[in-house]
């Protein structure tokens, strides 16, 4: 199916380990036992569950400094899950264009949650970028 669903994937088991604490690699190893991906879509979520709960630190700093308003902790676990992948792909993918994460992570928003949602984290992802740009 492709990195679109890769992504929403990835999005479903990062809100389970949230919802779960457990960041384990057995949680990761269940959900793909339960789960048919081609090898391009595991690769995918392995590299993005690895390297985001590796930098989970350095991606919610990210997050929080541009929530205004509102604590990492009172964020709903769809919208956090959704946050942390469009902030690993911006990070830690060159080969995925950043106007691509931001928009995947909108549609997903869209999907999953509501449009207030969807507006939330593309204007988090914006000041994220601007931020980041001034670096």
Request: net charge negative; proline share 1%.
């Amino acid at each position: 199916m492709g990195r679109k669903y890769a992504r929403e994937s990835t999005m479903k088991l990062l809100y389970q380990m949230e919802i779960n604490s457990d960041f384990s690699e057995e949680f990761v190893e269940k959900f793909f036992k339960n789960n048919n991906f081609d090898k391009n879509e595991k690769d995918y979520i392995k590299h993005a569950i690895n390297t985001i709960v590796d930098n989970i630190n350095l991606i919610d700093s990210h997050i929080e400094q541009n929530i205004r308003g509102w604590e990492i902790h009172r964020l709903a676990k769809i919208d956090l899950s959704i946050l942390r992948i469009a902030i690993y792909e911006i990070l830690y993918r060159n080969d995925i264009p950043i106007e691509v994460s931001i928009n995947e992570a909108v549609e997903i928003a869209k999907k999953y949650n509501t449009m207030e949602s969807a507006k939330f984290i593309n204007g988090v992802l914006g000041g994220f970028i601007k931020t980041r740009d001034n670096i």
